[in-house]
T-cell receptor
Framework: AQKVTQAQTEISVVEKEDVTLDCVYE???????LFWYKQPPSGELVFLIR??????QNEISGRYSWNFQKSTSSFNFTITASQVVDSAVYFC?????????????FGRGTSLIVHP | DAGVTQSPTHLIKTRGQQVTLRCSPK?????VSWYQQALGQGPQFIFQ???????QRGNFPDRFSGHQFPNYSSELNVNALLLGDSALYLC????????????FGPGTRLTVL
């Protein structure tokens, strides 16, 4: 069975601080995808990044960076110099191939509050 | 290019009633998935439709059913509503043979009283 754990329920920071959101996953599959989504108060899940299980290269996109480590089954997300607009709930997800389709399992999310 | 759209935005029903939620996928997408997101939780997969058939189903009772139309739009039906069905229902669509990346709609907030 697949499982995604986001141990941090809520994180509160002051603007311009760096913040790391943790994600630990469990799976027996060798091929899978990992995702991060952002959910602002409007409710729509916004796709941030996808990483397949064979690509452990870290990635940086502007103020966002992701650290994927298969050895520890972690896929952590760091926001550098946080801004108020980063306030949202962030979800980590793990997708496995099932019957020809990728079906994601989501963590419970981490609520990030950035204070001005 | 319109993204995934859902209707209605909000809905209030009473226990025992039936509800239908609607979803139009992003242009070019033929696969539609539905998720239930309870307050404070991550989305949970309900089912996925492709070529007008249910391709995969999560751990939800038969009270939850769906349909996909020839234009790829989809409906989620829930019968005999329970208080516990109160949640945000999200629809997601994806390109053919690329279900690893799904695009989500804004959701329908269902409240069951």
């Amino acid at each position: 069975a697949q499982k995604v754990t986001q141990a941090q329920t809520e994180i509160s920071v002051v603007e311009k601080e760096d913040v790391t959101l943790d994600c630990v996953y469990e799976t027996r599959d060798t091929t899978y995808y990992l995702f991060w989504y952002k959910q602002p108060p409007s409710g729509e899940l916004v796709f941030l990044i996808r990483r397949n299980s064979f690509d452990e290269q870290n990635e940086i996109s502007g103020r966002y960076s992701w650290n994927f480590q298969k050895s520890t089954s972690s896929f952590n997300f760091t926001i550098t110099a946080s801004q108020v607009v980063d306030s949202a709930v962030y979800f980590c997800a793990l997708a496995k191939l099932l019957g020809g389709s990728y079906i994601p399992t989501f963590g419970r999310g981490t609520s990030l509050i950035v204070h001005p | 290019d319109a993204g995934v759209t859902q209707s209605p935005t909000h809905l209030i029903k009473t226990r025992g009633q039936q509800v239908t939620l609607r979803c139009s996928p992003k242009s070019g997408h033929d696969t539609v998935s539905w998720y239930q997101q309870a307050l404070g939780q991550g989305p949970q997969f309900i089912f996925q439709y492709y070529e007008e058939e249910e391709r995969q189903r999560g751990n939800f009772p038969d009270r939850f059913s769906g349909h996909q139309f020839p234009n790829y739009s989809s409906e989620l039906n829930v019968n005999a509503l329970l208080l516990g069905d109160s949640a945000l229902y999200l629809c997601a669509s994806s390109w053919p043979q690329a279900t690893d990346t799904q695009y989500f709609g804004p959701g329908t907030r269902l409240t069951v009283l």
